[in-house]
Nanobody, 124 residues
Framework: QVQLVESGGGLVQAGGSLRLTCAASGRTDSSYAMAWFRQAPGKEREFVAAISWSGGSTSYADSAKGRFTISRDHDKNTAFLQMNSLKFEDTAVYYC?????????????????WGQGTQVTVSS
């Protein structure tokens, strides 16, 4: 099993930017597809972006397209989420998920390892 730790969240004004990092440790002899999901208070966890184990393909929620970019450092099994032009409605806890040798899948059920989350708060 791989352990995931997210960082980079914080408080930012609308229109600002944040860069989230997800670092994997533990069983890193395999490569992992990694994804970002988010959960706002009172709402279900929703897909934001994903990147395949090779980094060759990515997938984005409509709400993230054109504003967010997912990338990875393959050697370090680390994923990043660059978030630009942040909006108030982006406020949520952002979670990193991983699936072994996976594609850039969207369903939450595809991911078997999760981090503890990092809070992103966008002030209007």
């Amino acid at each position: 099993q791989v352990q995931l730790v997210e960082s980079g969240g914080g408080l930012v004004q609308a229109g600002g930017s944040l860069r989230l990092t997800c670092a994997a440790s533990g069983r890193t002899d395999s490569s992992y597809a990694m994804a970002w999901f988010r959960q706002a208070p009172g709402k279900e966890r929703e897909f934001v972006a994903a990147i395949s184990w090779s980094g060759g393909s990515t997938s984005y929620a409509d709400s993230a397209k054109g504003r967010f970019t997912i990338s990875r450092d393959h050697d370090k099994n680390t994923a990043f989420l660059q978030m630009n032009s942040l909006k108030f409605e982006d406020t949520a806890v952002y979670y990193c998920g991983a699936r072994r040798w996976g594609t850039a899948a969207r369903p939450l059920s595809e991911y078997h390892s999760w981090g503890q989350g990092t809070q992103v708060t966008v002030s209007s």
